[in-house]
């Protein structure tokens, strides 16, 4: 007997539309969020910027969010104003800061009046300076001022996002497949990652002349198409309210006792902190990952079709093949269509790793480091969902991602010279890095509604990323000048030396591990229940 749909949440095909439009929101935001991270080189050739303006500007993303506490409101203002008008005005707000730090990178900000105010401003702030958290410094690039400004509020719409999507995920999807849905929505926001590394390159060098602004632009684009998602979204939800009865805005005002019930949990204390020190051994990463392999592999450029615009467009279709059939599998219920699925997305996973040694370039081969993730943080979900073991599985995430750090650090660069086999070794440490990743959300972020009341999740995962960004602010800054001071002045940004860089993120993944066991030990004494599946039988 068919059961009788009620709601849109009770329409398994609706729910997951409502979870795609979200997935698609965060993969604009993730290609953003990235823009600038495959042409480090040439923003360093085109606009001066060393590796300490790079990681400033890079580390700007989330300084609104951490010193003026924005995340924390933006908790307060999703729990008090709802998912749907939070999640437009996230929207609007990337918009904007992607649109100044187009203007920034832009030629025409070149030799204006506002880029000589930007060189002799803003090089000494007060208080600020004082506590060495400054996000500019002097001597800073004008232009990578203005990006960073532009970068601070991309960073505040992007994280408000990030807590309005799993508020979101969590009331669409509650006693149902919750960290299936949080999996999957991470897959596919990830695979942003991957279309960032092809396509930034491409049209920075599209044409006879390098222009990184071109970049920036396709960026901006993608976020507009972010907001119209949000938008999308909006009326799907306020339709779901209309059926449930349910008030978008909450009967009971937020109270500053609220918060201090979340702090109170030593649970929520020890996912916070795994969440830090997990997400500052990637996000920062990111950043570098691709000057890394650039300074440690051994790459001859392709020529020829190798050499293309059409070979992007290709690899970028074998990419979204794997990415599909792997995702498709997890879904399939006949064996031979699951394996068949399977089966293709391996070759066609092969094929893309030999496109993308022949292509000859770095930010083709870190592209690759989501596609696993796709492939199985699915499994991870709904293993999560039926059995349980959370936190378990964010200390095998752990494990892996300090073998990870350390084979970039000390075997990577023992290839040196050899092409396939640093390639090679590069395929497997990135697939492997994104496999960990994806431990996280199938993992971690299904929790957070088991350690605090449904009221206050909101300013719970708030919380939880105002923390998170104090890692993702101090990183990239701390990566940058560890690559200044350990390597000598005037070498090319294709020579560094990346090796105290990659062993201070592994100390990361250490302690990460560290704090996973003492969460393992909390939840056996006190029953949190993250070991327990999402979906009672």
Known sequence: ?????????????????????????????????????PIKDLMESTRGWDSKAFGTMEGAETFLNVFVFFLIFAGIILDKMGV??????????????????????????????LERWFINNLNYIPLFDELGVSPFYRGMPASAKVAGIGFMLFGCGAEMAGITVSRGIVKWFKGRETAL???????????????????????????ENV????????????????????????????????????????????KVSDIGKILSSLGFWLVALLCVLYYSAIFPFQKY??????????????????????????????????????????????????????????????????????????ETIFAVFPLLAVAITP???????????????????????????????????????????????????????????SLVPAALWPSVPKLVDEKIIGSAYALIFWIQNIGLWLFPILIGNVLTNTNPVGIGPDELNYTWALVM?????????????????????????????????
């Open 1 to 37: 007997m068919t059961e009788k749909i009620q709601t849109l949440r009770d329409n398994a095909a609706m729910r997951w539309i409502a979870l795609l439009l979200l997935a698609l929101a965060m993969f604009c935001a993730y290609i953003f969020m990235d823009i600038l991270s």
């Open 84 to 113: 749907r008008f939070t999640a437009v005005l996230s929207g609007a707000v990337m918009l904007i800061g992607g649109l100044i730090k187009y203007y920034a990178i832009h030629d025409s900000f070149i030799g204006t009046g």
């Open 181 to 207: 849905a949080m999996g999957s929505e991470m897959a596919l926001a990830r695979l942003g990652v991957a279309t960032c590394m092809i396509f930034s390159p491409f049209f920075a060098r599209l044409g």
């Open 211 to 254: 222009n990184v602004s071109r970049s920036v632009a396709f960026g901006v684009v993608l976020l507009c198409i972010a907001l119209m998602m949000f938008v999308v979204y909006f009326f799907m939800d306020k339709k779901l309210d209309s059926q449930t009865g349910e008030a978008e805005e909450k009967d009971d005002p937020f």
């Open 289 to 362: 990952a691709v000057n890394m392999l650039q300074c440690n592999l051994t790459l001859t450029p392709g020529e020829g079709f190798w050499a293309s615009n059409s070979v992007t467009i290709v690899q970028y279709i074998i990419m979204l093949v794997v990415a599909v059939c792997a995702f498709a599998s997890n879904f399939s219920k006949k064996k031979s269509l699951k394996f068949g699925l399977m089966a293709l997305a391996v070759v066609a996973l092969v094929a893309y790793c030999y496109m993308g040694y022949m292509r000859g370039t770095a």
């Open 379 to 437: 499994i991870l979900g709904s293993y999560v969902d039926h059995k349980g073991k959370a936190a378990s599985m964010l200390m095998i995430g752990s494990l892996l991602l300090i073998l990870c750090h350390l084979t970039f650090a000390f075997i990577l660069p023992l290839f040196k010279g050899s092409a396939i086999g640093g390639t090679i070794v590069a395929y497997i440490t990135i697939l492997v890095l994104g496999a960990s990743f």
């Open 505 to 537: 993120l592994a100390c990361l993944g250490i302690a990460a591990l560290v704090i996973g066991v003492i969460l393992k030990r909390v939840d056996n004494k006190k029953h949190l229940g993250l070991e327990e599946p999402n979906i009672k039988a």
